[in-house]
């Protein structure tokens, strides 16, 4: 038995109330801390309903695998992408679960037809037919970065990835005006930087991180739910974050929307 340190990646509201959260156990065992990924489900007060940890690590590791995204289906279901923390192994994978309870549906083994090494970071719909694009970073035999990795997928039978509110199709066209207006200044920026959001955005709260260009995450925090006001300006602080070019990441129940950063 060990005990663990959290570490979350992402956390997104559900359509049916409470979120779903992914995350890396770190070890407190004095074991190299290459931890372990899990999936886990709230509710609305933030109590946790189950836990779904990667069965096939090992503490103390370096080819622990990790939990990186999830999403919702219209079947209610959860997709998560789990791959591995280091990019030596190209393999990663699609795990479907049962939002009620954390079983296992179904698991879709995935291996880039590469030869470099690749590390698989986002799981993104692509609304049009359904299918998803992963995205993430090709590296050299060195283990250097050595460009953007790219795959589109078409997995039979999968429910696709909902990202519209529980309105219904009929208000997609103002959701999609609604994100579109989300606005990130100063930008370049030093210190900090804010982002302005529309309220109606974060009626059950979201998620901001921060992505340097590795695709390694340098910042996250939650940002509680808004009941009214017509905009919420959040503050990113970028106090020890070095020059470069970052993405910004906000996650809420209507998708996830990703801007351009630039640090001086």
């Not at 065992?29 to 509710?43: E, F, I, Y």
Request: net charge positive; aromatic share 8%.
């Amino acid at each position: 038995m060990y005990n663990y340190s959290t570490y979350p990646h992402e956390v997104i509201a559900l359509r049916g109330g409470g979120y779903a959260l992914t995350t890396t156990l770190m070890p407190n065992n004095g074991l190299t801390p290459a931890g372990t990924g899990a999936v886990v489900r709230l509710d609305a007060n933030y109590r946790v309903l189950w836990r779904y940890q990667y069965p096939g690590n090992t503490p103390g590791s370096n080819d622990a695998v990790t939990f990186t995204q999830v999403r919702e289906l219209a079947d209610g279901s959860l997709l998560a992408l789990a791959r591995y923390r280091q990019p030596r192994q190209r393999r990663c994978w699609l795990y479907r679960l049962d939002a009620a309870t954390g079983a296992v549906l179904a698991s879709y083994p995935l291996l880039p037809r590469l030869p470099a090494q690749v590390r698989v970071d986002y799981l993104l719909p692509v609304p049009a037919d359904s299918t998803l694009l992963l995205m993430g970073t090709a590296y050299s035999a060195a283990s250097t970065p050595a460009g953007v990795y790219l795959a589109r997928v078409r997995i039979p039978n999968l429910p696709r990835i909902v990202t519209g509110t529980a309105a219904g199709a009929s208000n997609e066209a103002g959701l999609s005006a609604t994100v579109n207006s989300i606005q990130l200044f100063p930008n370049p920026a030093t210190g900090a930087t804010t982002l302005a959001v529309p309220a109606a955005l974060l009626r059950q709260g979201a998620t901001l991180a921060l992505y340097n260009a590795l695709g390694q995450r340098v910042r996250w925090q939650a940002v509680p739910a808004v009941a009214s006001a017509s905009e919420v300006r959040i503050a990113l602080d970028l106090n020890g974050v070095p020059p470069g070019v970052f993405s910004v990441q906000l996650t809420t129940m209507q998708g996830t929307t990703v801007k351009r950063l630039v640090v001086d």
